[in-house]
């Protein structure tokens, strides 16, 4: 029985991951779940590709089969949202394997690597544990990434970036003021002035342009027109692009460190 988990039965729990990946012949490798120095655990990871991207089995340890699969899609959606940031395609999970989210089979597929899978892995846990408020974040982006809603995905991609503000932004008098400031000014901490911002530059009416759209999605008073849907449509590639530069660039500021794995390896135990 695998230690940390000594007290429940051991369950495998299969998910279908699609979009437009594929792996190497089938992967297999443990990662580390737990994070107590004292008790590690380990789940036993397997993927192969599928038609509609890949499949993930992954073992779970839970009293019954429900909070297994509760507990493992959980698991697996947050290494998802890890790898979303890095990857830049859409990958929707679901526990259905036969049959494709998207319902088409792609013919250009990023191949990941095992090392790609270990990292996401390692990168959500340590998100989880030092900030989960940025891996929400995260699952936002990769819910703007795969969703084919329009305003779901302005409000996704908006979400990222307006929760990551609120989180981090400077704490200065302004930013006291809402939303906007702390974006403004976390736009500031990370890129300059705005005639330096990337995809947006010198547009200083592009935060309260978008944050106004997004008030009017999530408060239902958006009309549903083809000509609103088209300016929503218009808007999307931009408010991607910034909000992947965002992500990315607020990952690196973060500088945490996985301390755990450190300690577990110069004790001889694989951190992996």
């Not at 073992?59 to 890095?86: V, Y």
């Not at 090392?115 to 891996?135: G, I, M």
Request: overall charge neutral; charged content about 30%.
């Amino acid at each position: 029985m695998n230690s940390g988990a000594s007290n429940y039965p051991t369950w495998e729990v299969k998910f279908s991951i699609d979009g437009p990946i594929k792996t190497r012949p089938i992967q297999s490798f443990k990662i580390l779940k737990g994070f107590r120095l004292d008790d590690p655990f380990y789940s036993d990871i397997s993927i192969k590709n599928s038609p509609y991207g890949v499949v993930v089995s992954v073992t779970a340890f839970a009293s019954k089969a429900d909070l297994a699969r509760k507990a493992a899609m959980l698991f697996i959606g947050k290494m998802l949202d890890a790898l979303s940031l890095k990857i830049k395609l859409p990958l929707f999970l679901s526990l259905t394997e036969d049959i494709g989210y998207r319902k088409y089979k792609e013919n250009v597929k990023r191949i990941i690597e095992k090392d790609e899978w270990v990292d996401a892995f390692k990168d959500s846990r340590l998100l989880n544990e030092h900030e989960p408020t940025f891996l929400r974040s995260l699952g936002w982006y990769r819910k703007g990434l795969y969703t084919d809603d329009s305003y779901d995905k302005f409000l996704a991609f908006w979400n990222s970036i307006e929760i990551t503000a609120a989180k981090y932004h400077p704490r200065t008098d302004r930013t006291r003021d809402g939303t906007k400031n702390q974006i403004w000014e976390c736009f500031k901490t990370l890129w300059g002035e705005c005639s330096d911002w990337p995809v947006i530059s010198g547009n200083e009416h592009w935060i309260d342009d978008n944050n106004s759209v997004r008030n009017d999605i999530s408060h239902g008073v958006a009309p549903i027109t083809v000509e609103y849907v088209k300016q929503i449509i218009e808007k999307l590639e931009d408010l991607e692009q910034v909000a992947y530069l965002f992500l990315k660039g607020w990952r690196e500021k973060l500088q945490i460190h996985d301390h755990l794995s450190s300690l577990l390896e110069h004790i001889g135990i694989e951190a992996s």
